[in-house]
């Protein structure tokens, strides 16, 4: 058009002619630009969301430095720490988006953002290029993707624009990487397909455990160490299951992999071993043993396996003979818990048992009879059969005896012979037990329309009373509710509390979706919830913790059961909340720890004591808030996490100035750690009691670090050493 045509075009639609003509001279000169470039005109016309994206595109290209992200409403922290608020003039006033771009950013009473956009956080990495800062946290082996990963951040001007995406970590840094790869998948087994040597090598460290369960002692498999530098040494560089595949085939053989008894054993056990049968015999019958060194557990110590068909008809007494690695210590332990008036006629009692041990004949009854019989013959000492204490001794010393069915199943276990007897029929489940099972075992369970199940039943069978059997509802892997039959009362008193939270579940099926769907961490603590395994694991978590909470319950009829929904019903929703919001002050303060220690360690990296430091500080969060903290902790704990956490970054920040202070704080701070280390591994085979005092000391070392490093802080009680070293005592006298 002409300039006069032009000037009254702009003038009908109330346009600046000034301004029309600067824009078609910049038209004009971004063409000239393209076109001298290179880049030939297309006649493709952006639409709808392709032209707001690209427009936007464009103009973070020359804005790229003052974007911001939503703290609050209204409110952005915008890049390089400022913070801006929109201009109440502005089109996006109560309106903004979770992202924007400013045009101009003008400070008057306070800063404010004028000229605004809505923009989306992945146009930014994108259109920042190299201005884009990278860091990876937390490298871990991932074994379905069969390589090293780690979590990628991403930030643009100080503010993180991805808070964490996996990547693999090989490329990044292919050491530390292969490193990883060496202790989780190979050290750790934790491979989806093993290799045939990592499978030699697993199976050999099987082995050698079972060696250690035989004599009862953790010292004849070397440590991971020792197997992760025999694997560094031959492997170099290889950070995932490709890379060490295409090793194996360019060596032609993985036998260089392949470990051998003397690379994974400390020691020749041989003596002991010979000790531990794997098979004892019994009337002529092969009886396989198994054997397990879990303190405290069920199943510690020997076990013999006896088909159900033969289980009336065998000597078990006689087991106890064919097991010599026990028998010393048997014995021992025996005369040791006789009363005194007995006791202090067989001192010195090491002497007494060598002597037993050399001279009583190995005989076909049972231990304590023969025992009993020898004294009165050698030392004229008549023992009565109440005076042993049987009960008493350690449970690893009593042979545990496993019916198993045709198939191998096991139908019942137990160390006292009698109770098994009773319990165990010739085909394995008795008649009475066979016919209380059609009567009282449902499967299939949506609501309570069942009679009343009584915590017990009496087996009625054909020779009179067969004992007792006990009715629990239970919830299959399935999520399917059933009501089974149980030999055991505290097997299934746990089964029943679980079968009727699952019951309950499906009473409130509504309110849990909609609780489902509402359980959601707020986007921005995404990097503190990694550290912890991730926000669907938490948020799961929070779910089945307000399940266990409020739906684990002992009840047995239906009148009890609706009354019970109907109270616990409005409960459910607050419940969740309170468990969410404590939950995200302690994933937020995770993450503020997370990022203040990787700053720290980078901007430290070439300082071996900083490195130390941190690494120390890893481990103990690790050991604070493991990645199942929702479900081990009871919530009033949640708080004292936070500020544990607090004073650890406290600590951090303080600890890199000043690492000779730090250093002498931790050395009087040492003793007391140690001391819980050494409880936490006695733990397992304490008392009830003992557990949870050990548990309460534990939380008064961490307040006492509290006290130490961060003395701003307050802590929740009154500590010091001397507080310390009391309850110390009184744990030590609970035995």
């Not at 006689?318 to 818990?337: F, H, M, N, V, Y």
């Amino acid at each position: 058009k002409t300039q006069n045509r032009m000037r009254r075009f702009c003038k009908e639609h109330f346009l600046s002619y000034r301004r029309m003509r600067e824009w078609r001279d910049v038209y004009e000169q971004i063409s000239g630009i393209l076109e001298e470039a290179g880049h030939k005109k297309t006649k493709e016309t952006l639409q709808g969301e392709a032209l707001y994206e690209g427009i936007h595109k464009a103009i973070l290209g020359g804005y790229i430095s003052s974007i911001g992200v939503k703290k609050e409403k209204n409110i952005y922290k915008m890049a390089k720490g400022k913070e801006a608020m929109i201009f109440p003039g502005s089109g996006l006033f109560n309106r903004g988006g979770d992202w924007i771009v400013s045009a101009e950013i003008v400070e008057t009473s306070r800063i404010f953002a004028r000229l605004n956009a809505v923009i989306q956080p992945e146009w930014l990495e994108e259109v920042g290029g190299d201005l884009c800062r990278r860091d990876y946290l937390e490298a871990h082996w991932e074994k379905n993707r069969g390589e090293v990963v780690a979590s990628e951040q991403v930030k643009l001007h100080g503010l993180i624009i991805v808070p964490g995406r996996p990547v693999s970590y090989g490329r990044i840094d292919p050491v530390e990487a292969t490193q990883i790869f060496i202790r989780s998948a190979l050290v750790e087994g934790n491979i989806r397909d093993p290799l045939p040597f990592l499978r030699h090598n697993l199976d050999l460290a099987e082995e050698v455990a079972g060696m250690e369960d035989k004599i009862r002692r953790r010292n004849i498999l070397v440590s991971e160490d020792v197997i992760s530098a025999f694997y560094e040494e031959r492997i170099g560089i290889a950070y995932n299951i490709r890379t060490l595949r295409k090793l194996i085939k360019d060596r032609g053989t993985d036998d260089f992999l392949r470990m051998s008894r003397e690379d994974i054993m400390e020691g020749h056990p041989e003596e002991e071993l010979s000790l531990c049968p794997d098979e004892i015999t019994l009337s002529n019958k092969a009886l396989p043993c198994s054997y397990h060194f879990n303190p405290g557990e069920e199943n510690d110590g020997v076990t013999v396996h006896i088909p159900s068909d033969v289980a009336m008809m065998l000597p078990l007494e006689s087991a106890d003979w064919q097991i010599p690695a026990l028998l010393r210590e048997k014995i021992t332990a025996l005369i040791k818990g006789l009363p005194k008036e007995y006791r202090k006629r067989l001192v010195p009692i090491g002497r007494t048992v060598d002597t037993i041990l050399l001279d009583m004949k190995n005989e076909s009854g049972s231990l304590i009879t023969s025992l009993a019989r020898f004294i009165h013959e050698r030392f004229h000492i008549s023992i009565p059969v109440s005076a042993w204490p049987v009960d008493n001794i350690p449970d690893h010393l009593k042979t545990r005896f496993s019916i198993v069915n045709e198939r191998g199943e096991e139908i019942r276990a137990g160390r006292d012979i009698r109770l098994l007897r009773n319990d165990i029929p010739v085909g394995g489940e008795s008649f009475a037990l066979k016919q209380a099972k059609k009567h009282w075992e449902a499967e299939g369970i949506t609501s309570w329309n069942f009679a009343d199940l009584p915590e017990s039943i009496a087996l009625n069978g054909k020779d009179g009373d067969e004992g007792l059997a006990y009715p629990a509802l239970e919830r299959g892997d399935d999520g399917s509710i059933a009501i089974r039959l149980f030999s055991n009362m505290e097997q299934a008193a746990m089964t029943h509390r679980k079968g009727l939270a699952a019951l309950l579940e499906l009473h409130f099926r509504k309110d849990m979706k909609f609780l489902k769907r509402h359980l959601s961490l707020p986007q921005e603590i995404q990097v503190g919830a990694h550290y912890c395994g991730g926000a669907r694991q938490i948020e799961d978590a929070i779910y089945r913790k307000t399940i266990r909470t409020l739906f684990e319950q002992d009840i047995r009829n239906q009148e009890e059961f609706l009354e019970y929904a109907k109270s616990v019903g409005r409960t459910i929703l607050p419940k969740a909340q309170g468990l969410l919001a404590d939950v995200i002050q302690v994933v937020k303060t995770r993450g503020e720890v997370g990022e203040v220690l990787h700053r720290l360690e980078t901007s430290n990296s070439t300082s071996r004591a900083a490195n130390d430091f941190i690494a120390t500080l890893r481990k103990d969060i690790g050991r604070l808030i493991p990645e199942d903290f929702v479900e081990i902790y009871e919530e009033e704990r949640l708080s004292d996490i936070s500020r544990c956490l607090g004073a650890i970054m406290i600590r951090a920040e303080r600890g890199m100035a000043h690492l000779e202070k730090d250093n002498i704080k931790a050395d009087s701070l040492k003793p007391f750690v140690d001391k819980l280390e050494e409880m936490l591994k006695e733990a397992p085979s304490s008392s009830e009691e003992k557990k949870r005092a050990v548990e309460e000391y534990a939380w008064m070392v961490e307040e006492y670090k509290i006290s130490v490093f961060a003395p701003e802080m307050k802590t929740a009680r009154p500590v010091s050493p001397k507080r310390l070293k009391k309850e110390i005592d009184a744990i030590e006298r609970m035995g």
